[in-house]
């Protein structure tokens, strides 16, 4: 910076490295709060930013604080019965799956293209080839 802007004078070459260090910074909150300062040397610059990081680093750890929780009759009982729903709508979709599974096609004249047999498609033949086995 120095030797670039050697015939400038120390405030100015200080100011310029201040707008540098701003234009530099990827935190948009941090540089435009800095910005926003409008620091003449970069020192200054340099603390503050610092001092506005450690701010919001801070800010943010307690915003993670646990909330309590007061458990009433209604509450706990409508737990209850979403549980018991839910317990219940899994059980109808495995056995929904479960009975796709073993139900028969509907229409058993189809003929398979790969071995030509009747009652399955080519997805489903059970028909060994070359090709699959290699």
Not at 12 to 35: N, P
Not at 38 to 67: G, I, P, Q
Not at 102 to 110: A, E, G, I, K, L
Request: charge should be positive.
């Amino acid at each position: 910076m120095s030797l670039a802007y050697a015939e400038c004078p120390l405030d100015v070459r200080e100011s310029l490295a201040a707008q540098y260090f701003v234009d530099a910074i990827r935190d948009e909150d941090t540089q435009h709060s800095t910005r926003l300062m409008d620091a003449k040397d970069l020192k200054s610059s340099l603390a503050y930013s610092m001092k506005y990081e450690a701010a919001r680093t801070v800010s943010k750890t307690s915003r993670h604080v646990r909330s309590i929780e007061t458990e009433d009759h209604m509450s706990r009982e409508r737990d209850d019965k979403f549980e018991f729903f839910f317990n219940r709508l899994e059980k109808l979709l495995n056995s929904s799956v479960a009975g796709k599974k073993n139900t028969p096609r509907r229409n058993s004249n189809v003929t398979c293209w790969k071995c030509n047999k009747k009652g399955h498609v080519q997805r489903e033949c059970q028909a060994i080839t070359s090709n699959q086995e290699n």
